[in-house]
């Protein structure tokens, strides 16, 4: 007796190939979808608690003899010297944030936009939130929580 075997796959085979490709590529897009807001959602934290993070250090350090702070916008924060924010002053130092996300809520106390370290010990008198968020989709956020003794931190 002689075999003969063909080579070759079947139309279910194809199919069933097909299928799953099909699952897999569905579920990778879902995933990855997402990965640009988030990246740029999470460098924009990065970038904000930077900026509070040099603003206190340079307060503690004394530099300049001066007191140093941050201020909020939809779109940028601003390192300032001194105890007021002046959007004219040449000593501001200006990150613009990410098109794609926006400062979407300061809550700080007194209804403030700026933080002040204070000297010696590095408190601030403005503590609360800032909420970033990602312009496309205003539900993925992230909460910066800025306590009174100057630290912060994101959730």
């Known amino acids: 007796m002689n075999f003969k075997f063909k080579s070759g796959f079947t139309v279910v085979e194809l199919l069933v190939v097909l299928a799953v490709a099909g699952i897999i590529m569905v579920v990778s897009v879902g995933a990855f979808s997402k990965a640009p807001g988030l990246e740029a959602l999470d460098k924009g934290t990065a970038v904000v608690l930077s900026s509070l993070e040099r603003a206190r250090n340079q307060t503690l350090s004394a530099k300049n003899a001066s007191v140093y702070g941050v201020h909020f916008e939809t779109q940028k924060v601003v390192m300032f010297r001194d105890s007021a924010y002046s959007s004219a002053s040449t ?14 809520a300061i809550n700080l106390s007194g209804g403030a936009s700026e933080v002040v370290f204070e000297r010696l010990t590095g408190e601030t008198q403005k503590n609360g939130t800032v909420v970033i968020s990602l312009v496309s989709n205003l539900a993925l956020t992230r909460t910066i929580t800025i ?6 931190q994101s959730n």
Request: aromatic residues 4%; positive net charge.
């Open 147 to 152: 306590f009174k003794t100057g630290l912060s």
């Open 91 to 104: 000593t501001n130092v200006v990150e613009n944030l990410n098109p794609s996300i926006k400062i979407s």
